[in-house]
Structures are given as C-alpha cells and as structure tokens.
C-alpha cells in the first residue's frame, strides 16, 4: 500500500484519535508530533557535546531503545509477528515521516533484513564522509530486537547524504555485524 493509502486507512479505521485534551493517539499508543528540525537539534546538540562519533553511537542507542518500547506496546496490541510485523513497523514509520521504507529482504530464520528508505529525512551539507541516518537505524534495531525477540543490530551501508540514490540498512544479530561492518561503520552501541 502506498504511504498515503495506508495513512487514509488508519484514519478511516479510527486508529489515530485526538482528544478535546490535546492527547494523541496511534492505535491507543499516546504519540506527540515534533517538527523534524526539533530532533535535529536534539541530534546536532549530542555530537557538540560527545563528540562525532560517541555522539552518533548515542542518537542510535536512543532510537533503538525508545523503538523497543514503542513496538512492544503496539505488537503486543495488534498481536503481530514476523514478517506481518515487520511490514506494519515499516508502513508505521512511513507514515511517520521517516521516508518511504520498503522491506528488501527479510529472512525470519536467519534473523536477517534489508531495508530501504528512499527520501529519508537526514541531511547534511554538502556531501557526508558516512552514512549518517543513526537515528533511522536505530529505529530499525529496536524493532527487529522485539519482534524476533533477539538482540539485533543495523547498519547503514548506502545513504543518501553520502550521495547515493537511497540510503539501505542491514540488520542483523548483536554482534555478527560488528566484525563485518566495523571498517565501514561507526560503532554499533557503547559495549
Ligand atoms: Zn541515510
């Protein structure tokens, strides 16, 4: 379904609600709207303090965790698994802003997949040495640890602001990416 499509659907099928009190709800999980700028600022400010690389490290340690709440609320609601849920974290996330995301390749034995995001909403001036979608990536981990119930890692391998056409993440388990990424990637999670 297209990106609009499936907003229109939410929207018909009451799944997002707001009260007379200002309270927002995405299939009853409370949400708030910010303006992507917001977060940028937020993301910009970690780097002044910590650092490139440490503050990178945390945007996608924040992002993975905030994510594993937030899709444990809702798979446990809806009663999703495997593929339906990694389908429903993507059209979520679509919905969401974040770029249009498509599941490229998805393994649930193996606990591996490919995403891409085409229009992602991380840039940088000019032209960035790495991928810089940390936040995005994140997202994806704290999602994928849930559903497949495992501690699960995401790298960015094409991005955007580096100029490539679309940016693309590999998950896989905590741990198996570290060896083969690491030469390419900022590091996965402070450990
Ligand atoms: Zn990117």
């Not at 990424?181 to 900022?186: I, T």
Request: charged share 25%.
């Amino acid at each position: 379904m297209t990106t609009l499509g499936t907003l229109a659907r939410l929207i018909a099928a009451g799944q997002i609600k707001l009260s007379e009190k200002g309270d927002l709800r995405l299939f009853d999980e409370r949400a708030v709207i910010i303006y992507f700028t917001i977060l940028e600022g937020m993301l910009d400010s970690l780097r002044d303090v910590f650092g490139e690389e440490e503050g990178s490290r945390l945007a996608y340690s924040i992002a993975k965790e905030g994510s594993k709440r937030y899709i444990r609320n809702v798979i446990t609601k809806l009663g999703y698994k495997g593929e339906k849920a990694i389908d429903f974290a993507g059209d979520m996330a679509s919905v969401g802003g974040w770029g249009k995301i498509t599941v490229t390749s998805f393994n649930s034995q193996k606990k591996h997949a490919t995403i891409v995001i085409e229009g992602s909403p991380f840039r940088v001036e000019g032209i960035a040495k790495h991928p810089i979608c940390h936040f995005s990536r994140g997202m994806f981990a704290g999602s994928a640890s849930v559903i497949w119930g495992e501690d699960m890692d995401c790298v960015e391998v094409h991005c955007s602001a580096v100029g490539d056409e679309f940016c693309e993440f590999v998950l896989e388990r905590h741990g198996e990416l570290r060896g083969k990424m690491a030469r390419k990637q900022l590091p996965l999670e402070g450990s």
